[in-house]
């Protein structure tokens, strides 16, 4: 068994990739959000839209990942449960690598395995790209692609998440735990899944399974 999980709004409370946009984009980032929400955009074209408005140094963001992520309680619990019971934990995240890897290192895990945007710095802002399990550029189901390769590498899945990017990839699981705004989705999709508040409360529900 694998567990998918996401980042933004899951692993942790909060929403890094849409604060940092609050405070570092230089342009209309909002209506590309918008266009995503929307339906005219998929989540990796907006982030590799959006990003490019963000000029700052990437030491500076990473600090600033550091300083404002507010972790859900029992997630560093809940993945040594993992470890010690040989469920592959796994994240798979729209996000990017250099707000992401940060936040792993402050809460003592920078080894979890981790798919997610990467990015390159220059003076004409963040240059996002996603990249399949055969490191193919890809610019939509980055998330059901890892879900289908993971599939392969150890059967029953587990997805975790918490909103519209998640949607896609949690249908093709085999458990679903839910927060946010996912719970909606999938219930106007007609997709079960189990709702959870925080990994002490995931933890209780993933060893009844």
Known sequence: MIIQCDFDGTIIKNNLSILLRENFARGDWRKIESDYL????????????QFALVK???ERLREFARRHFDLRPG?????RYCQESAIQFVIV???????????LEEIGLPDLELHCGQTSFSGNGIDVSYY???????SEGFK?????????????IIYIGDGLSDLEAARQADHIFATG??????????????????FHDL???VRLL
């Open 38 to 49: 929307h339906g005219r955009l998929t989540v990796e074209q907006s982030n590799k839209l």
């Open 56 to 58: 700052e140094p990437e």
């Open 75 to 79: 997630f560093v619990e809940f993945v």
């Open 93 to 103: 995240s729209s996000g990017l690598d250099f707000y992401i890897e940060p936040v």
């Open 132 to 138: 399949d399990p055969e490191g193919n550029i890809v």
């Open 144 to 156: 059901k692609k890892y879900l289908a390769w993971l599939r392969k590498r150890g059967g029953k």
């Open 181 to 198: 705004s996912l719970l909606d989705l999938l219930s106007n999709a007609s997709v079960n899944c189990n709702r959870f508040s925080d």
């Open 203 to 205: 933890l209780r529900q």
